[in-house]
């Protein structure tokens, strides 16, 4: 499964990042094989529509899952409609801790 979470920064020890459409990275777990691939995001600076377009690179990178801090409406309808769930990140500062806590079920839902 892959798992992508936003980020200020590369890699699993990169600090999280709350906001969705403008996190300056995407880093995608591979919880079978334990790899994490980084993914600058080109949208930060966007003038708008940022969300779905976002959205649109999980689904490139074959993620089911978000983790996030929030995301707006649209990018919520973009998630929903590419069959991509969501969940809060929570109190987790890093990537790792983040995908820990996802995989032991400690986050909330948010889509």
């Known amino acids: 499964?892959?798992?992508?979470?936003?980020?200020?920064?590369?890699?699993?020890?990169?600090a999280?990042?709350?906001?969705?459409?403008?996190?300056?990275?995407?880093?995608?777990?591979?919880t079978e094989a334990?790899?994490?691939v980084s993914v600058k995001n080109e949208l930060v600076d966007a003038a708008g529509g940022v969300g779905p377009r976002s959205a649109q690179v999980l689904v490139d990178h074959g993620a089911?899952?978000?983790?996030t801090g929030?995301?707006?409406?649209n990018a919520a309808t973009a998630l929903k409609a590419a069959?991509?769930?969501a969940y809060s990140f929570g109190d987790a500062a890093t990537v790792a801790q983040a995908l820990e806590k996802y995989t032991?079920?400690?986050l909330s839902e948010i889509l």
């Open 83 to 85: 069959g991509i769930k």
């Open 64 to 67: 089911t899952i978000l983790v």
């Open 16 to 30: 999280v990042e709350p906001r969705f459409g403008r996190a300056p990275y995407f880093v995608f777990a591979d």
């Open 34 to 36: 334990g790899t994490f």
């Open 1 to 14: 499964m892959i798992v992508c979470i936003t980020a200020k920064g590369e890699g699993a020890d990169a």
């Open 70 to 73: 929030q995301m707006g409406g």
């Open 104 to 106: 032991q079920g400690g």
